[in-house]
């Protein structure tokens, strides 16, 4: 059924995180955007920027840089800041390990994902942000759909779900008390196809590796590896070439590659609407166990 | 494309979840591996069949406990239209969630044991679903294979409903019954046969002929403004726009307006989204006005036409839904938050509390305690600009903020 679908954007889904965004720089004395490099984040500061038009964006972008991201991605951040003169603050996870706050993983599933955690906490503090915009979707992940639009956090990041607050209609309460910080979510009812589809409407340009290239992988558990020097692998592990590209963008330790010929966006659409596994499927980090996202979210992850 | 939004609901073990997971399988919605992962976790829990509801109830503790604790957002597409469910619970101690997900519903979908017919929780739910006026509800009589797929069962709860209704429905409302079994699948996106004397539509197909809900758009105008937008560069040196989305009617360049509460008058110049100028915003449009003269104006405030001002209101009768673990107090102060305006306001009185079983007012009560749905009057600090919930539903509602833990405690639906 999904390969008729008449892909024309669905408008109100803009018209909603417009309000959405504004409600979150009126409400909150020093919001930042979480900003990965990957889609949903590229359409956020979208957003933003036609949100606050003719003005500029009025808040920074935050990138936790993990150390394991694709160079690619770190390349299409640095000329987006630029090109749209952004204001970005970059930490480092690397920091957090030399600080002692954070320890790597060893064994040939190490991965950073869950470090990260702990120096977004620490750079929200250092900036003193009360609200982190973010841009998670709650078609990604069962946990996900149950988030509201400003998700409140505790002071230790703390995602509370069986205690979120009501909230009504659109009308949006950002009021929190000392120590605490607001998620805010605004492409919430965005599916993967809608971000696609705004894409191509907006014309926006996306990192390079969404696009189908070759590349060396491993293949393990039934999932293609980007083979890299982040990533321990075992001695029958062997590298070899092939066509691929990322449907999701994370750390090069736990974002798997698809088989893909797509080096065009209306290809990429073709090939999700077809595509019988799901966005997340390619995360190796959700594949730790059923509740791996809820347990994230409750220890601070975004 | 346009968005239908969707609102279940049913009681414990209607089958609420294992339906919904049934229109995503049926709408080959479910990734292989997500499917996959149900038939994994459904063996881990010993059960013989792929049990869909486990797709839907995203936490640990729904999942140990097999029951839906907080509204979960689920999304399909049809070539038709984008639908989006908000899967609320049952459980009458989460109500304020069910209000929660039923919020920015047009279709309220209502689940019915057949084998148990009407309940408690049907009135509390019909009871929602007509406070919060959503326009289309559908009744979905479920588990008919346990009923043998009975049309005498069917008639029985149609025509138990239908009293229901009689006593408490609203002109306008458009309420459909359909027989469904959603662990066979049968007229929820197909027919499998088994129910041969029903004749009407499937509950997709219904779904996919229901008429959006633009009536908003021929309410008056109302814009409340989010911000001011001024950038103070070379380029944009004078600019003044105001930002915000419009809540009900539309807005044309040349219109005269007032800004309120201070009733200066003026015209809108230019409406503008992003580069582009446009003639006319519509509701739910979230576009930058600008207008003629400089007027006193900054959020909170609300542009409206000149010859449709709505009502100042400083005393306010209102039936709301207390959300919250404390109970409410008369002679409290909290926020009231009417759009994206806030003021202080003190209950001066609860008049009744609703038991939505009986449809009766229970006057004598001192407190509202959390999920209790009645009538009380407050007074506000300053006026706000409000209309009747009952005639514009998207400027008749209000949230009241506790001013000390800073939660959403209640919903209001202004008389």
Known sequence: MTNQ??????????????????????????????????????????????AFYPGKIPFSLLHVDTGHNFPETIEFRDWLVNTLGLDIIVRNVQDSIDQGKAQEETGKYASRNALQTVTLLDAIEEGKFDACIGGARRDEEKARAKERIFSVRDEFGQWNAKMQRPELFDILNGKINIGENVRVFPISNWTELDVWNYIVREKLEIPSIYFSHEREIIERDGLYWPYSSFLNTTADEVPFRQKVRFRTVGDMTCT???????????????????????????????????AAMEKRKQAGYF | MEVLRIATSGSVDDGKSTLIGRLLYDTNSIPQDKMEALHAASKRKGLDFT????????????????????VAHIYFSTPTRKYIIADTPGHIEYTRNMVTGASNAQVSLILIDARRGIVEQTHRHFFIANLLRIPYLVVCVNKMDLVDYSEARFNQIVEDFQQMLDNAGFKGQEVKFIPISSLYGENVASRTGSINWYNGSTLLEYLEQVSFDHEDRNHPARFPIQSVIRPRTTEYHDFRGFAGKVASGHFSVGDEVISLPSGQKSRIKTIEQFEKQLPVAHARESVVITLEGEIDSSRGNMLVKTNEVPPQLKEISANICWMDQLPLTPGKTYLLQHGVNRVKAKVQQI?????????????????????????????????????????????????????????????????
């Not at chain 2, 009645?374 to 005639?391: E, H, V």
Request: glycine letters at 4%.
């Open chain 1, 256 to 290: 798997a590659a698809v088989l893909s010929e797509a080096d065009k966006l209306e290809d990429i659409i073709a090939e999700i609407m077809e595509a019988k596994i799901s966005e997340r499927g390619a995360r190796i980090d959700d594949k730790r166990s059923e």
């Open chain 2, 351 to 415: 008049n009744y509390i609703t038991d939505v079983t009986n449809h009766v007012q229970v006057t004598d009560k001192a407190s509202m305690t959390l999920n209790d749905i009645g009538r009380i009057t407050l007074k506000t600090a300053a006026p706000i600009f409000a209309d009747p919930y009952q005639s514009n539903p998207a400027n008749g509602a209000f949230i009241l903020i506790d001013e000390f833990n800073n939660t959403t405690v209640a919903v209001g639906f202004i008389e």
């Open chain 2, 51 to 70: 049990d869909l509801s486990l797709l839907t109830d995203g936490l640990v503790a729904e999942r140990e406990q097999g029951i839906t604790i907080d």
């Open chain 1, 5 to 50: 679908i008449n892909w024309e954007f669905p408008q109100a889904l803009e018209d909603e995180a417009i309000y959405i965004l504004r409600e979150t720089v009126a409400q909150f004395e020093k919001p930042v955007l979480l900003f990965s490099g990957g889609k949903d984040s590229i359409t956020l500061v979208r957003l933003a920027q036609k």
